[in-house]
């Protein structure tokens, strides 16, 4: 392909997948499915008129690295150490249940394969997609609702942040078990090593910065070296780990998310990301995923995927919280606050495919979870915050 395509290109996504995104928000639903849906109209399985290249490869693997890297600004570690234990525990079987119920949800649809094989790894990664949780939708209906400062509203907002910590952690574990040459106990020391080496690192990395952000506060040299780190760390997560460089990314936002100019940073970090890498990272995952293998076994697998991703949250929150001491009505709004998905899922799900642990037909279940749990969520909630214990 001639290099001056890739203008044409860009043009054709950016314009379709804003034009989508604002019709999704008009219809209630993530901007990101609708940016979704335009790389998949304007993609091979409909229109033909974009092609997925190595260069757009490289384009969207950027906008997962900053997604991440924000995701990990917007991260307050105050919360993380304020909740406590119950909110890592309620975090914890809100990862481990949907797991298991991926897994067995796979396995029980395709039959059962030997530990090791191509569809043992693929079941695996079925639960995986599922641990995710975005609360986007859930923290605008609780302020709208006005009880986010409630003690469920919280609960929800702690145990989701610890979540994504060991949705990641999980993600990282179960990619790095795919390589031919490691083993568990290698995943397990890698993994170790890692997030050690990261606390050393970013201790020192923090200290840096607060230096730098004192002497030239809010400045562009602050984020432009907070992209170098995040670019750094999502290198040598995937290089000398043998790590996610999402991972990386994800921990390099956390770094930084205490210094006084972390907004800053995420600012910056959101306009390059919504201007440009994002749109082309959510409108190659519709350029990759094919409606042409949409089966009516796929279809029924893919319903079966968006129940038991939902029951799954809400058992794994709700019936924890409820051991925790919480009455059964707040149990519930725990666990259905912690349904949502959304952009995680969709990065999770582009890692698997990168690692060829799933299928890209696999692409239409995770969209359906997403726009189902963005409809549904904020429905739920409000019927059960108007209704009386």
């Known amino acids: 392909m001639e290099t001056y395509m890739i203008f044409r290109d860009l043009a054709i996504i950016l314009i379709s997948a804003k034009l989508c995104g604002l019709a999704a928000a008009k219809l ?11 790389g998949l109209l304007i993609g091979p399985s409909i229109l033909g008129l974009v092609q997925q290249t190595e260069l757009i490869s490289g384009m969207a693997e950027i906008g997962v690295v900053l997604l991440m890297f924000f995701a990990g600004l ?9 909740t406590g234990w119950k909110a890592l525990l309620i975090a914890c079987s809100g990862v481990f249940v949907p797991l298991a119920g991926g897994y067995l949800l796979y396995c029980c649809y395709y039959g059962f394969a030997p530990t090791g094989s191509g569809q043992f790894y693929s079941a695996l990664f079925t639960g995986v997609i599922m641990t995710a949780t975005s609360v986007s939708i859930t923290v605008a209906s609780l302020q709208e609702l006005g009880y986010l400062k409630s003690e469920t509203g919280t609960t929800i907002m702690s145990a989701a942040i610890i979540d994504d910590v060991i949705g990641i952690i999980v993600l990282t574990f179960v990619v790095g078990m795919k390589d031919p040459d490691s083993k568990p106990s ?23 910065f607060k230096i730098l952000d004192k002497k030239y506060p809010h400045t562009r040299r602050i984020p432009i070296l907070g992209f170098v780190l995040a670019f750094a760390m999502a290198y ?13 990314a994800y921990v390099a936002g956390i770094i930084l998310c205490s210094i006084d100019d972390s907004e800053y940073i995420a600012r910056k970090v959101d306009i390059n990301s919504y201007m440009l890498f994002a749109p082309v990272f959510f409108a190659s995952i519709g350029l990759k ?23 799954t949250k809400v058992i794994g929150c709700g019936a924890i919280s409820r051991l925790l001491g919480f009455h059964s009505l707040d149990s519930l709004k725990i666990g259905v ?25 696999y692409f239409s279940a995770v969209i359906l979870l997403i726009l189902v749990s963005s409809v549904i969520t904020p429905v739920i909630l409000k019927m059960l915050y108007q209704k009386k214990e």
């Open 186 to 208: 290698a995943v397990i020391i890698s993994t170790v090593l890692f997030f050690a080496a990261a606390v050393v690192f970013g201790v020192i990395t923090y200290k840096i």
């Open 236 to 248: 040598a997560a995937e290089r000398f780990f043998g790590i996610a460089d999402i991972t990386g």
């Open 289 to 311: 995923t094919s409606i042409d293998d949409m089966t009516p076994a796929l279809l029924i697998f893919s319903i079966l995927f968006v129940i038991v991703a939902l029951v």
């Open 28 to 38: 209630k639903a993530p901007q990101v499915v609708g940016e979704i849906i335009a």
């Open 74 to 82: 917007q991260t307050s570690l105050k919360d993380l150490m304020r």
């Open 337 to 361: 606050g912690m349904m949502t998905r959304g952009e995680v899922a969709l990065i999770v799900a582009q890692k698997g495919l990168q690692v060829q642990m799933i299928e890209s037909k």
